[in-house]
Structure formats: C-alpha cells, structure tokens
C-alpha cells in the first residue's frame, strides 16, 4: 500500500514538471513540451498518456451537436495540470 501512495506521490510531482509551448503545426493550440514527464506521471499512475495529455491540453464540451475541443493556451494547460495534481492527491488522502 505505501508503494502505491509512493508511486502516486510521485505521478503528481511529474505532473507538476509539465512545461507548454505553442504547437507549431496549429498556431493558437499549445502542447506539452516535455512529454516525458507526462509518460513517467502516467505510467506511474496508470494512465493513458494520449487521454491525459488531451485532457491537460483541451477543454471538451458537450453540446447537442456533438463533442468539441477547444484548445486552451499555456496558462490553462498548467492549471488543467495542476487541478489534476490536486484531484489525484484529494483522492489518496481525503478518502
């Protein structure tokens, strides 16, 4: 059990490490710079990368037409990262 709280302790820290520049293929959207934070943050976690780094790097809303994504800028994505964190971390010791 304390390997686990390790391991995810340390996902969260990974996260925190998450940098973002602009993507250069799309001009407004932002990636993550360093993905291989986000590999080791979801490998610890047992997270799929692809599904996180969406969810870091978009917002997703429902409407009746369909699904869409909007792409947030470097400040949002930090703070999509950093609510993430703090879920994670509500999750292993709030419970």
Sequence with gaps: ????IFKALAGILNLGNLAFEENPAEQ???QISNPSY???ACNLL????????????????????GV????LDATACKDQGDAL???????????
């Design 1 to 4: 059990h304390q390997d686990n």
């Design 28 to 30: 407004d959207h932002f």
């Design 38 to 40: 986000l590999e080791m």
């Design 46 to 65: 047992g997270l799929p990368m692809a599904e996180v780094g969406q969810a870091i790097c978009y917002k997703r809303m429902e409407t009746r037409d």
């Design 68 to 71: 869409i994504q909007i792409p």
């Design 85 to 95: 964190a703090k879920e994670i971390y509500f999750q292993i010791f709030d419970s």
